[in-house]
């Protein structure tokens, strides 16, 4: 208690209930906590002295199947209200008067900081709300000589349960069953629902009392999750860590407030929803104190959107308030210069991977945060012919190509996002190397974005606890959610695109049985798919669908380090010089070539774009 103005069981105590853990059980039950100290503060229960309000409706137990609900008694609900709306947010104090063996305490309250302040049991007397236990009246005692007097007056002004008609219209019709909770919250159009807070399960999960239906139903907040109280076999609950101050932290701001709540979405028979307070979003503020995590999977519905929940998650993070106490930014130990840089994409190395070179010269592999690229599942059914996988898993060529032809010889942003540390191989799972993982963008479009609401790669979802992700990781799923929904590529029920090219780059005979088709044709269309040596590539012509190794005439480069069979050959001088000149000017760019024999100059039989600024 906050404060004890007497001795003994008679005592007189002042209880700060403002902005605290507070609930009116009935007309004439209140539970009472003074301010915490180092954590949420004991309950105490008060009833009423000498007054008697009717009993509130009780579900039946779920675990006794012949057990009916009680309804509310007469004037029940109306008594509650009337207490509710004039303790909730208010100062008591109350002296004890009686407490029983059972430990059950009755007493006097009253509104303010002592006695002069308003009697609550008068009150409910005076609005003909509760009747008087005249059975254990003494007449020697004043207050309760007061009580009786109160109680005639009121029966004479017909006040209340006194009125004539007997009350059956107080009598709430309750609900505790929803039979179709999915139709139920979209009937509501997501328009905000008068409601009061029953119960407080944990900090984002509450029962609350819906008006003027008086549907009794389960809500969770939208798009975050507290710690929880987990029940052991024995019944026992375990809380994790945080859960009761998560809990009381949401009880003391709204149990029993008139709250407006807006009902998002229905998955799996969980109602969730946004409650509005005129003093905040409490969603939002158990985030920013630390107190509650954001959840991927119902982040979407939020009304207020998920920026707002990321940001007030963000906040306690940098402050390492409560359950981020132990928090370390996936960027910790990355320089400032590091996290965020300008470089020239050099190459495509898959849906999900870049190599990009930095000013320095270095070049460096970058991939895409929190996605992933087209994948084949199962081994390759077709045993006989060799697996390709930029031609054979369906849209990894469309995936390659968009991303090709927007950056390949283009400058982009590049926001490291994590380090993703290298794993190793098991017992189904491969080896991974360490991974830069970023958010790449061009012209203010976020490139894995992009992909995604092309339906040319999927979003990878993580454990709950799990930070290392997308710094626009919500973006990145509803852009996913846009896919799915107009079926666009990998989520398209259409058939899948087939590339059927064929490779002739180490066939020797075939290559001479198609080179006077070339050499007819004139000059072609490439895109050059690998460079082997500074005069040696490796082209996919997209109009004659076929792979074919390009000498480049006239000219013979340093040859690389390459095996023979004596052994393995040693590199000539400049090989490697010659190497990086090619690839840099031509890898992967679109590029026109022809064999020798055609009518252009022969010392350009590759004409493309051949300088830096390209």
Known sequence: MAGDRGGGGGGLYLVHILDQHHTVLSGCAIIVRGQPRGGPPP????????????????????????????????????????LRKKLIGK???????????LGREYGMVYLGRD???????????????????REGIRGNNPD????????????????????????????????????????????MHQKPVNAIIEHVRD?????????????????????????????????????????????????????????????ESCPNQIILGTIMHPNGNITELLLKEGFARCVDWSMAVYTGGAEQLRAAEKSAKERRVRIWKDYVAPTANIDLKDRQFVAKVMQVINADAIVVKMNSGENKTVHLSSIRPPRIE??????????RPLYDIPYMFEARE????????????????????ATGAGETTPAFSERTCATVSIGGINIAEALVSKGLATIIRYRQDDDQRS???????????????????????????????????????????FLPFLQRAGRSEAVVEYVFSGSRLKLYMPKETCLITFLLAGIDCPRGSRNTPGGVQTADPFSNDALVFTRDLVLQREVIGSPPGCPVPSICPILGPFNEQS
């Open 91 to 101: 100062e008591v104090c109350f002296n004890v008067e009686i407490k029983t063996a």
């Open 402 to 421: 968009f991303m090709r032809k927007k950056l390949i010889g283009k400058k982009v942003n590049v926001t490291v996002d994590y380090i993703r540390a």
């Open 471 to 513: 710094s626009h990781y919500d973006e990145l799923l509803a852009a996913e959610a846009r896919a799915i929904k107009n079926g666009k590529g990998l989520h398209s029920k259409k058939e899948v695109p087939i590339h059927r090219v064929a490779d002739i780059s180490g066939e020797t005979q075939k290559a001479k049985q």
């Open 43 to 82: 309950e105490r229960q008060i009833n009423l002295s000498n007054i008697r309000a009717g009993a509130m409706a009780r579900r039946a137990a779920q675990s006794q199947p012949d057990a009916k609900d009680t309804p509310d008694e007469p004037w029940a609900f109306q008594a509650r209200e009337f």
């Open 144 to 187: 309760q000589v007061r009580l009786c007097e109160m109680e005639d007056q009121s029966k004479a002004s017909r006040k209340g349960m006194w009125s004539e008609g007997g009350g059956a219209h107080t009598i709430r019709d309750m609900k505790y069953v929803i039979e179709n909770p999915r139709h139920f919250v979209d009937a």
């Open 115 to 133: 006695t002069t302040g308003e009697n609550l049991a008068e009150s409910l007397v005076n609005e003909g709300l509760a009747t008087v236990r």
């Open 378 to 387: 199962g081994e390759n059914k077709d045993k006989d012919k060799r697996f």
């Open 203 to 263: 900090g984002s999960v509450v029962r609350a009392l819906l008006l003027p239906d008086h549907y009794l139903v389960t809500i969770m907040l939208s798009g975050v999750k507290c710690p929880s109280f987990k029940r052991e076999p024995d019944g026992l609950e375990t809380p994790e860590a945080y859960a009761a101050e998560a809990k009381f932290f949401t009880e003391s701001r709204l149990l029993q407030r008139d709250v407006q709540i807006i009902m």
